[in-house]
C-alpha cells in the first residue's frame, strides 16, 4: 500500500466514522457520566507500514472525536508536541475544540531498584504536573521488565513501600496510580498480581486492568476485576487470543470483541459496583489501518458494552 492508497483508505475511514451513525454515539461528555470512554494514541502514534507516512497528531485526534470518545490517553515523548506542531497549550486547545480530554498518563520504570528512586521520582512529579496542566488525575503504572524469573518475588516486595510512596504523592495532588499487569513484566500472572496487590497499600496504589494482558499471562479479566473491584481506578480494555510467546504478544491482540476477552462479563461487574471512571481502549498492535481498528472497536463498545452498564 503507496501513500496514495493510504490516504485514500484514511479518507474512506474517515466517511464511515461520518456516515454510519458512529459519531455522536459515543459515552455521553456530561462530566457527570460515569463511564468515560478513551482511546491510546499508541494505536496512531506507533502504526508503521512500508510506504505510509507517520499519521499526525491532530488526525488522530479528529478520528477520535469523530466516534464520539471522551479523552485520549496521551503520554508525551520528548519534543512529540513540537514535532506534530503544537505546544502544550495548543493541543489542549484542540482537545477542547474537539470536546476531549487527557484521560491518563503511562507512567513506567525500575521501581525496585533504589538507586533509580531519586530519577523516578523527578520524572514522576513532572508527570504529575503535566497530568495536572490536562484537568487530568490517572498514573497507570507500569511494572519493571521481568528479568530472572528467580528475582521476580524480590523485585514485586522492593517495588511495593516505593510504590505506596508515588500514590501518596499523587494523592496530596489529587492525583490517583494504578497497577497495570503486563506481560514481560514482573506483574504478568494471577500470582504476581496477587502479590503486588497485598505488599501495596490500597490507600495509595489502585489498579488498572489491562484485559488483554491479564488474559495472556494466564489469568482471567473477570477473576481480577471482582477480586479487586475495590481498587479499580482506571481501565485498559484490550482483546486478546491464543497461546502468548514470550517476548511477542502483538499477534495475540484483536481489537475488541475479535478476541477471547470476556468483556461483557467485566462489564456487569463495573455496573454491579457502580465504577465511575475511565475506560481507554488501547490498541497498540493492529492488522488494519488505526481509523479502522479503533471503528471496529468502537462499533463493539457502542453495540455491546454500553448497552450493559446503562
Known amino acids: 500500500m503507496d501513500r496514495r492508497q493510504f490516504v485514500k483508505k484514511i479518507t474512506v475511514a474517515s466517511a464511515v466514522l461520518a456516515g454510519a451513525g458512529i459519531a455522536g454515539q459515543g459515552c455521553s461528555s456530561?462530566?457527570?457520566a460515569n463511564i468515560r470512554?478513551?482511546?491510546g494514541w499508541i494505536l496512531w502514534r506507533d502504526f508503521r507500514r512500508a510506504n505510509v507516512p507517520n499519521i499526525p497528531l491532530s488526525e488522530a485526534i479528529k478520528n477520535m472525536a469523530d466516534l464520539g470518545l471522551n479523552g485520549v490517553e496521551y503520554t508525551p515523548r520528548p519534543d512529540e508536541l513540537a514535532a506534530h506542531g503544537f505546544t502544550r497549550e495548543s493541543f489542549r486547545d484542540l482537545l477542547t475544540e474537539n470536546k476531549?480530554?487527557?484521560?491518563?498518563n503511562y507512567f513506567g520504570g525500575n521501581f525496585h531498584d533504589p538507586a533509580r528512586h531519586d530519577d523516578i521520582l523527578a520524572a514522576f512529579r513532572n508527570t504529575l504536573a503535566n497530568l495536572?496542566?490536562?484537568g487530568a488525575k490517572n498514573v497507570i503504572i507500569g511494572p519493571p521488565g521481568r528479568g530472572d524469573e528467580a528475582e521476580i518475588p524480590d523485585k514485586i516486595r522492593a517495588m511495593s513501600p516505593f510504590l505506596n510512596e508515588l500514590g501518596r504523592i499523587a494523592q496530596d495532588e489529587g492525583m490517583e496510580i494504578g497497577i497495570h499487569p503486563h506481560v514481560n513484566?514482573?506483574?504478568?500472572?494471577?500470582s504476581e498480581i496477587d502479590m503486588s496487590m497485598e505488599l501495596t497499600d490500597p490507600r495509595y496504589v489502585g489498579m488498572v486492568p489491562d484485559t488483554g494482558h491479564i488474559d495472556l499471562g494466564g489469568g482471567k479479566s473477570v477473576e481480577v476485576v471482582r477480586k479487586y473491584k475495590d481498587r479499580l481506578n482506571y481501565f485498559h480494555l484490550k482483546d486478546a487470543t491464543?497461546?502468548?510467546e514470550r517476548p511477542r504478544f502483538g499477534p495475540n491482540l484483536r481489537e475488541l470483541g475479535d478476541g477471547d476477552v470476556d468483556f461483557p462479563g467485566v462489564m456487569a461487574i463495573l455496573k454491579e459496583i457502580g465504577f465511575k471512571g475511565w475506560l481507554n481502549v488501547e490498541q497498540d498492535y493492529t492488522e488494519l489501518t488505526p481509523a479502522e481498528?479503533?471503528?471496529?472497536?468502537m462499533k463493539y463498545i457502542n453495540a455491546t458494552l454500553?448497552?450493559?452498564y446503562t
Open 132 to 134: 495536572k496542566f490536562y
Open 37 to 39: 470512554w478513551s482511546m
Open 100 to 104: 476531549m480530554t487527557v484521560a491518563g
Open 185 to 190: 513484566t514482573i506483574v504478568e500472572t494471577p
Open 293 to 297: 481498528s479503533a471503528i471496529r472497536s
Open 30 to 32: 456530561e462530566p457527570e
Open 242 to 244: 491464543g497461546v502468548f
Open 306 to 308: 454500553k448497552p450493559i
